[in-house]
């Protein structure tokens, strides 16, 4: 996302961002995880697994 503008902070680390076509709500992982290692979303009827792993990086298993 970098040269896109920023409209502005939210509440919770949150920022806005603007793209061409719309805005796009920024979260940091720190937020979604709350001091844990990995959290469960729900899109639909599909549960998904984000895991934070020992390397720092992001995993999204279905």
Do not use: W
């Not at 603007?18 to 992982?29: F, G, L, M, N, Y």
């Amino acid at each position: 996302m970098d040269g896109e503008p920023v409209i502005g902070p939210l509440d919770g680390g949150q920022t806005l961002v603007a793209t061409a076509k719309r805005t796009v709500r920024e979260v940091a992982s720190s937020e979604l995880l709350c001091g844990e290692n990995e959290l469960f979303i729900r899109h639909g009827d599909e549960l998904y697994r984000l895991k934070l792993t020992r390397n720092g990086k992001l995993i999204l298993q279905k």
